[in-house]
């Protein structure tokens, strides 16, 4: 007993800290979390257990332990974060054995057992009387009770010392299997006569029931079970009203199955009852109850029996994987794929998940297989417009090339001409219309020659300080003029060699002589070509190949294309359909714009420039533009191929000499045309970075943080992407690894890509540099953010372990009031507040984690898709105001650039892509920067808003944590997520804003100091401002004063 504090009153020790106070004057409330009961042992402690958590007073009964229900209020009796591929059960241990009594059963070690570690069958799963394991188990376990294919194994046999025999009872197979029963028993053990799941009422159509007459003669075996039952001296009575008796003289309920239950009534007149086309029926609790009672199986046709599954939690509401139940093969049923716990027959849910791995060897077959096929279908486009290749001459203006003062090193002869002589003519040549021209062609054969490196530069440099004496020494003026006339690849050219940047400076002088050597000779350039055009396509399939494999297999183990349109609500389903939403819309509308804007540029050069002249039909035009979408994802790589083959071409034509006075405006267009190409490649790359990166980057990281949550809110696929160490094939958690670090890899160069195309490949190695960390900045956050978004939702980071803790419930009333300490004094809180268990649905509802997110998983994916719609509508009004390009586009293009804005800040057209004086492209410089201030700041405003969820999220879980931590003490999971979603909830907006001033900081010295034509910005006269080394200065400046 335990002394009260007013010295009058003592109670029980075993009925202390249950939650209410004994004591009158409450004194045992505070002994509840003292630590002197550590370490001391329970009122009978054979059969008790000390709570270890808080409330070390509180003392439970063994058999109560890991039951599913707290029952110490401290909860330190269950483990409610156990993973679900863990088993709360240790299979291994349950080995058969023979108890005392020669009765055949199930070894429990350290059990409370009165006859010993041999507990026999028949005292399994009984339901009301249940013994302890020293492994945490009893024989009521719930798991243990319900596993069909542990019990089918095992007998139902019982040891009579009468007969000296082994009686044969009958095994219950519905949900309650692991029971014994034995209906006829007459032994003095106490044995169960009926199946608690009620499996064994089935019944024979209308036969009659028993009369439930008892006579101590003839029901021998109900001697124990009808004692009382008749009057003194009666052998023989109708029993009524006496339930064991009962129980023994109709153990199958045939009476239950009459309309009007009583004795000799017929069987299966019941409308309630299930009646099976052999002439049976059963209990309507057996009806889809996931075990067969009728022969043919007609009780849990999956069709049928789909809803009540799902409701009896029998599959889980996330199953779509159609396959035989692993219980009872005959049956299918649905099962959640690769989720860790085998559901199917032979385990082919989770055999599938290493069956179906990307294979490597399948991922390079894939590339090579799409790369020649596309060279192949262009080659056979190339083939059939060929019939219209001669149908007409295109014809330029004729220019003089005898005033051009670079016409001898095109040719390849020398002119020994003074300098002076070459400045005059390239003076007098600079007034000319057709310097554009000539200038442009000359400089790109300049690049082309067959002539050592050193001497190119020279002569580059040489150009260039004549075109800034031309210019009296002012540098703007002079970039503007090399802008306007001379092709953007050409001028990157000119200016690494003017002002060497990274890779010059630091490549050996050997590489670059074994590079030039190789590439001179006509096999080393066939092969460099070769090389260079099939690894170009191969990037350009490198992610489509990935996703299409992944989305193939997420498919196959979801059970096919009808059960992801049958299920499209569930998670699984949700990551295919953005899985395939990122894959098929960056290039659907990249190819719809192909459409619009150039259809025949995938047809070639001459094939472009005879459609210019002789347009096509209007609905030949239609077939053109329709084949082109519908082949869209064929679209990049033959752009891709047409751009080599005609670059190619141009370097051959200028190689080959002037032959013609029309071949320098032939190249002008051709080098319109293959800017024209990159423009349509530039859209592709864009929709590929702004979709298909960031937001299978988001799934792909979720997913891999799903498998390894104590606290998932949902299931599906998690095992899929765990790594298999006894597999030969790589384990799929390392390949999701591997292909997250490959898309971040791929933001990178996509987004170098991106730039380079924009500027036609005229961008430095510093100016790469600032890209990549941009993008590689802003793409981990918006990633992140987006996957903070469904951090909550989906139960990441264990941030849920409160509400996790919250799936057992309590198994004290919710209606009585919970007294706990507070600074010496007592508070008291309706204890409904600590068990949130609704006792009002059948069976009680679990609290939701809404009550800590406000809305689910279903509800957060239209939030999220209403904010990226509003996010688009707002960034349509700033561009409007601030982008006069944008404002000028048509509304597809609007589009596709709304959606490139979603997560990147971007801006519509840089201050270089149109033409005009110094002024001018300043003047768009300060309407550009305008523009990202602006996208910036919506970002900013876009992400603040995606990490509003663990805001909210947090106020809950603190709440919740310091009622838990003041009353009922806390589990070490709700610790870490307490403090973890503390630190989130001021780390997160801290760094949306410093990676957004960041980024806007990036973007101004990008501009300002790498910026292919950043000294268009500069106000500086000295002809030499922005070169890196002061010997090019002082050798420039030489020649300018020599010129």
Request: aromatic content about 10%; hydrophobic content about 35%.
């Amino acid at each position: 007993h335990y002394p009260c504090s007013d010295g009058v009153q003592c109670v029980l020790e075993e009925d202390l800290c249950q939650g209410a106070p004994l004591c009158q004057d409450q004194s045992d409330v505070s002994t509840c979390t003292s630590k002197d009961w550590l370490g001391a042992s329970c009122p009978f402690p054979d059969d008790f257990t000390r709570c270890n958590n808080t409330r070390h007073g509180q003392c439970i009964q063994n058999d109560k332990l890991k039951d599913n229900f707290y029952d110490c209020l401290d909860r330190s009796d269950e483990e409610p974060y156990l993973k679900k591929t863990e088993s709360p059960v240790d299979w291994v241990s349950l080995t058969n054995c023979t108890d005392i009594k020669q009765s055949p059963g199930i070894l429990c070690n350290g059990s409370s057992y009165h006859g010993g570690d041999c507990i026999p069958y028949y005292e399994w799963c009984k339901g009301e009387q249940s013994y302890k394991c020293n492994n945490d188990i009893s024989t009521n376990n719930e798991v243990i009770c319900s596993n069909f294919t542990f019990w089918i194994h095992q007998t139902c046999e019982l040891f009579d010392s009468f007969y000296d025999s082994l009686i044969q009872g009958s095994r219950c197979n519905g949900t309650n299997s692991g029971e014994c029963i034995f209906p006829y028993y007459e032994g003095l053990e106490d044995v169960s006569r009926q199946c608690l799941d009620k499996s064994d009422q089935t019944h024979i159509q209308s036969k009659n029931c028993p009369d439930m007459v008892y006579n101590e003669n003839l029901h021998v075996h109900c001697e124990n079970d009808c004692y009382g039952a008749c009057k003194d001296g009666e052998e023989s009575c109708l029993v009524e009203s006496h339930e064991k008796c009962e129980a023994c003289l109709d153990p199958t309920n045939c009476r239950g199955s009459c309309t009007t239950p009583g004795p000799s009534c017929k069987s299966c007149t019941n409308q309630d009852y299930f009646e099976c086309s052999e002439f049976f029926c059963i209990h309507p609790f057996l009806l889809c109850d996931g075990h067969p009672h009728c022969a043919d199986g007609l009780d849990e046709e999956l069709d049928s029996c789909e809803e009540e599954y799902r409701r009896r939690k029998i599959i889980q509401r996330e199953a779509t994987y159609k396959c035989q139940s692993i219980t009872h093969p005959e049956l299918y049923t649905l099962a959640v794929a690769c989720d860790g716990k085998p559901e199917c027959f032979q385990e082919e849910d989770e055999r599938r998940c290493l069956q179906h791995l990307i294979s490597p060897y399948l991922f390079v077959i894939g590339i090579l297989v799409l790369t020649m096929t596309s060279i192949f279908v262009h080659w056979i486009i190339q083939m059939l417009a060929l019939t219209r290749n001669n149908m007409t001459q295109v014809s330029f203006e004729e220019f003089d090339l005898n005033d051009f003062f670079l016409y001898s090193l095109i040719t390849g002869k020398q002119d020994e001409k003074s300098k002076e002589d070459l400045a005059n003519v390239f003076r007098k040549s600079h007034a000319q219309t057709s310097y554009g021209l000539e200038i442009n062609f000359s400089m790109i054969g300049l690049q082309s020659l067959n002539i050592h490196r050193n001497q190119r530069i020279e002569l580059n440099k040489k150009y260039y300080a004549m075109e800034l004496a031309v210019h009296n020494g002012n540098v703007a003026e002079a970039m503007v003029c090399l802008k306007k006339n001379i092709n953007w690849e050409t001028c990157g050219q000119i200016y690494e060699d003017v002002v060497p940047g990274l890779k010059a400076k630091y490549t050996p002088e050997k590489v670059k002589d074994w590079i030039d050597s190789f590439t001179a000779t006509s096999l080393g350039s066939w092969i460099v070509y070769i090389v260079l055009r099939i690894a170009r396509v191969a990037s350009i399939y490198f992610d489509f190949v990935k996703d299409v494999l992944l989305f193939v297999t997420m498919v196959r183990l979801l059970g096919g294309p009808a059960a992801l349109m049958r299920y499209p609500e569930n998670f699984s389903g949700q990551v295919v359909f953005i899985l395939i939403a990122s894959i098929f819309t960056p290039l659907i509308s990249s190819g719809i714009l192909h459409a619009i804007k150039s259809p025949f540029l995938i047809l070639g050069f001459q094939q472009k420039m005879a459609e210019n002249t002789n347009p096509m039909k209007n609905w030949k035009r239609k077939i053109v533009q329709c084949t082109i979408v519908c082949c869209s994802f064929l679209n990049p790589v033959m752009l891709q191929s047409v751009l080599e083959n005609e670059k190619r071409n141009m370097t051959l034509m200028i190689r080959s000499g002037i032959t013609s006075k029309n071949k320098m405006a032939v190249i002008k267009e051709m080098c319109v045309f293959c800017k024209e190409i990159k423009q349509r490649l530039l859209e592709f790359r864009k929709g590929e970075f702004a979709m298909e990166i960031i937001f299978q980057l988001a799934t792909q990281m979720s997913m891999l943080m799903l498998n390894d949550t104590l606290t998932a809110t949902t299931s599906g696929l998690e095992t899929i992407f765990k790594q298999d160490t006894q597999s030969d094939v790589a384990g799929a958690q390392a390949i999701l690894i591997l292909s997250i670090i490959g898309s971040f890899l791929s933001a990178v160069s996509t987004s170098i890509k991106i730039k380079k195309l924009e500027k036609d490949d005229f961008l430095s190695t510093t100016g790469k540099i600032i890209t990549g960390m941009r993008s590689l900045m802003t793409t981990l956050l918006r990633v992140w953010c987006l996957v903070f978004f469904f951090t909550p939702y989906l139960g990441l980071l264990n941030i849920l372990a409160h509400w996790k803790g919250e799936q057992i419930p309590f198994r004290t009333s919710p209606s009585q009031e919970f007294y706990f300490m507070v600074d010496g004094k007592v508070e008291t809180i309706p204890f409904k507040v600590l068990n949130r268990v609704d006792n009002s649905t059948t069976p009680p509802s679990l609290p939701h984690y809404s009550l800590y997110t406000q809305i689910d998983l279903a509800s957060a994916y239209k939030v999220i898709l209403c904010l990226l719609l509003v996010q688009m509508i707002v960034t349509h009004g700033a561009k409007y105001f601030t982008s006069k390009s944008y404002k000028q586009s048509c509304f597809f293009e609007k589009f596709v650039h709304l959606t490139e804005c979603l997560n990147i800040p971007s801006i519509h057209s840089d201050w270089d892509s149109e033409g005009g004086n110094v002024n001018q492209h300043r003047q768009r410089w300060r309407q550009v920067w305008r523009e990202m201030v602006a996208m910036e700041m919506i970002t900013w405003l876009a992400n603040i808003i995606l990490v509003l969820p663990i805001l909210v999220t947090g106020i809950y879980v603190r709440e919740r944590h310091f009622l838990t931590a003041l009353s009922v003490g806390s589990f070490d999971e709700e610790i870490e997520a307490f403090n973890l979603v503390t630190l989130l909830m001021w780390v997160l907006p801290l760094s949306v804003t410093v990676v957004a001033l960041l980024d806007l900081a990036l973007f101004h010295l990008y501009n300002t100091n790498y910026h292919p034509w950043k000294l268009i910005l500069v106000d500086d006269k000295s002809g030499v401002w922005g070169l890196e080394s002061r010997e090019n200065s002082l050798k420039l400046r030489d020649s300018h004063n020599e010129l």
